[in-house]
């Protein structure tokens, strides 16, 4: 019994020496190859990645008007619309009245357009402007257009709970 695994273990230490004698004819990739193509694959990439970041950067330059911004002087209009008590549309000037006879207006001043509280002060909401138009929808509604220096058109609605002025 003894001599069989002997017999046995010398065998597979036969056939072992026969696939690393095999391993040991191929060749394989040297340190400097590695090195080489390591830094080939970074160069491709970093100028890929360069190449992309202006290509979207171009694409914003094309609008004027951060959508950002945009967002939250709606977002502010609708705010200020819900805590007045009441409100005045003009094509160039949105009035909104709230407690104690304090008034807050938006409009157009340069390219940008600014927010007054009791006409005075100047807060910039929104900049790069072309015009902007305040338009009375019905009873309880007031649209928003925003025209950009580009020329491009922004339009929300506003829905106003409060009786207009």
Do not use: P, W
């Not at 056939?15 to 190859?33: A, D, H, M, R, W």
């Not at 807060?123 to 015009?131: F, H, R």
Request: proline share 0%; glycine share 4%.
């Amino acid at each position: 019994m003894i001599r069989t695994r002997f017999v046995l273990d010398g065998l597979f230490e036969r056939k072992k020496v026969k696939y690393v004698k095999k391993f040991q004819n191929e060749k394989g990739f040297t340190l400097l190859e590695t090195l080489f193509s390591l830094v080939l694959f970074l160069m491709i990439i970093s100028i890929t990645t360069s190449s992309i970041k202006t290509f979207i950067k171009r694409n914003y330059k094309h609008e004027s008007v951060n959508r950002l911004e945009l967002d939250n002087f709606m977002k502010e209009v609708q705010k200020e619309a819900n805590k007045s008590i009441s409100y005045s549309v003009h094509s160039d000037i949105l009035l909104f009245e709230e407690f104690k006879q304090v008034t807050v207006s938006y409009r157009k001043y340069a390219t940008i357009i600014r927010r007054q509280r009791l006409g005075a002060g100047h807060e910039i909401v929104l900049q790069n402007i072309k015009d902007i138009k305040f338009i009375q929808i019905g009873h309880k509604q007031i649209l928003i257009k925003v025209v950009d220096l580009n020329g491009g058109i922004y339009e929300k609605t506003i829905r106003v709970f409060t009786d207009q002025t």
